[in-house]
């Protein structure tokens, strides 16, 4: 698939194929804190509070280790983070 594309209009497998493809682009580094993303996020990410109220299921917003990221206004795909990063991403950046 040619990136981005607009995460909107996506169906789950659709999203699972495009989160993998950024995931080999990026030999798979997080786009945020740059660690693999088969590891935890960088722990500047973990010492971040978050608020899990915020997110769709609450806590269990991290059941799926790595998410893709993309910006909510245009809806075009950004790249594969962390669950936690992405968190961090939309509490404290609006992304």
Avoid at 2 to 30: F, H, I, M, S
Wanted: hydrophobic fraction near 35%; include cysteine.
């Amino acid at each position: 698939m040619k990136l981005p594309v607009n995460y909107n209009n996506l169906t789950p497998q659709q999203r699972k194929a495009v989160r993998e493809q950024y995931c080999q682009l990026q030999d798979w580094k997080c786009s945020h804190c740059n660690n693999n993303l088969m590891e935890d996020a960088a722990d500047f990410i973990q010492k971040m509070k978050i608020n899990f109220s915020l997110f769709p299921g609450g806590i269990g917003f991290l059941k799926f280790p790595i998410h893709l990221h993309h910006d909510h206004k245009t809806g075009l795909t950004i790249g594969a983070v962390h669950s936690r990063c992405n968190a961090v991403l939309w509490q404290y950046h609006g992304e």
